[in-house]
């Protein structure tokens, strides 16, 4: 280790000018001794070009290095890429020796950043345009008519309350150019779709406010729900417990069925407020992972022969996700719900589980110019096996569909896919529907 001895070296002010970090005057730490080998591992780097000199690339003048101002130099070499393997060495043996100093300095610049950026902005723009039956579960199909195009925003706001606890928002606002209006979220110009807290909670996590629920493969529900959740992890295995009250009421699955007798007498599942769910998650291996939910909805009305009645309604999800080979991967999901004794407009019982699977190629990154993914996928979904499906037209629909992702430019991502199919249960006395989508979509991240 270093004495209080001096190296004479040439200035470090070739870094202290260049970053405009405070000099040795202030600094706590001890001078680097002159026969320490620390000075030629410093001027071999500066000959390789991985540390800066003065303006004129010299070191001139003497200078008293302390070991404060060597750790600033060696954590400059640190953040250079693509280093030789020599110069890397060299970095490696300077970072072991000064490895104190510069833990002070991360806390130091770690302070700093807690102060200049508490609070963090991001978000989400999307053009998207939808064609073809795009209300699978509507009684009708028109291509024609049944359009629609919209632009949506999503703004996000993170703040660190401490070290333990962060708040967090969403304000989200869509613009229907179909109709030239504002008309998504109940009419609001602006809905603040979640607010939250989250932190640690012992050796676990505790999120408290409304947020956005999502069961192991999403095949039950991803929507918000106003509650609390408490998530751990150990090892291999994660999992969360689920309490809350779902955002609002509507039929379940957004599908309803009409009395072939009246038909202006809906027959359907009504939500109630209340949620609860259990969830596991375990990694079987490093590319294999199975999932389960169990969720339960209190409060459900069901409209069965113009009676209501109230009742809770049982959900449970179980699938895996792998990955087949380079490239390629693979998951598939079931769900189901004890709800039972409704029929459709064609007196059919309306279907209460349902499957879905993906075969996926390659992955896109909006960050990695160029990326793509090429995917299909396969669904057989009951109206009555989910809540709200994190996958678009899938309740009451059995198709497949085929589609691409694909980033043009940084944090841009264009998506394509076509869905076919037909509905599972019929919301018309004339029969069951064909289900035929197109989407085009384009979103900006920042």
Known sequence: ?????????????LVLMST???GAASNPFSDVPQDSWAYDAVATLAADGVIDGFPDGTYQGNKTMTRYEMAQIVARAMAK??????DKAIVDKLAAEFAEELDNLGVRVADLEKKSDNVKFTGTARLRYDDGDINATNPKADWDKDSASHAHIEYWIKGKVNDNWTGVSQIETEYNMKSDSITAYGD?????????????????????????????????????ISGAEYTFEAGDLSGALTYGRLKDSR???????????????????????????ARLKYNLSPVTAIGATYGRLNEVTVAEKGNNFQDSVNFWEAGFNTKLADNLTLMAAYSKSDLDGVTDSVGSEVVNDGWFSELRYKQHNPSDVGSFAIFTNYRNVGAFSTIDATVDYTENVRGWTLGFDYVPMENTTIEVFYTTGTQVNATSTEGRQDVDIFRAQMEFYF
């Open 251 to 277: 039929t379940l699955a957004g599908t309803t069925f009409e009395n072939p007798k009246d038909t202006k007498e809906t027959f359907g599942a009504y939500l109630g407020t209340e949620y609860s769910s």
């Open 188 to 224: 609001k110009d602006i809905q603040v779709n979640k607010i939250y807290a989250e932190g640690n909670f012992g050796d676990s996590m505790l999120k408290l406010g409304r947020y956005g629920e999502f069961s192991s493969y999403g095949r039950i529900i991803d929507t918000e």
């Open 1 to 13: 280790m270093f004495n209080k001895s001096t190296l004479t070296i040439t200035t470090s002010a």
């Open 81 to 86: 890429e693509d280093l030789q393997k020599a």
């Open 20 to 22: 405009g970090v405070a």
